[in-house]
């Protein structure tokens, strides 16, 4: 318990919230449509193996899991160590295992687990109707309609919530974030038939 409130108290000092939802959005975003890309080329490709499909997007969300955490925890470390040097310049002093120093190794690892854990679950959100089509509860046709479907509403769903965060119309980010979704998907469709 001591060590969730100290963490707590962290996140509240940092103010690492306006980051983390960046994050958040952002490779949830990116997940979302790829598991939606692979699910189209992989019908277009005429696989039929559901299974095929699963293990291809849980492949490639362990991949964004990484990628998010590996890029977001170097370019964090990166400006957090900008701005303590700065700080420590101001102070005339080193800053080593003082609060700056905690709170700056927190916003780090905590950016870096945000973003990467966002394009994972969104991606495996997507993968729930070709789950089932393996189970026998669906059929491949409609697990892939289906899973379209779920990366539409997750993106408008994030969508909106970036409106509500920024203050701006919620319902009208939502759907613009949705029809990006729409698009996308035309987008894949026009380059499969075309090859």
Known sequence: MKRVERYRQLAKVSHSGAITRRYFATNAFDGTLTIVG?????????????????????????????????GTYFAERLIQREQLQELEKAMVRKLDKTLPSRVSSFVIVFSALVDGVAPFITGLLCLIPIIAAVLGITTWNLSVIMSILIGLIILFLLGFYIGKVARMNPWFQ????????????????IVQIAI
Do not use: D, H, K, W
């Open 38 to 70: 692979l699910v189209l080329g992989s019908y277009f490709a005429l696989i039929q193996n559901p299974i095929t499909v699963i293990r291809a997007g849980i492949g490639a969300c362990i991949a964004m899991m990484f990628s998010g955490f590996a």
């Open 174 to 189: 939502g759907l613009q974030t949705f029809f990006i979704g729409i698009g996308t998907a035309i987008a894949i469709i």
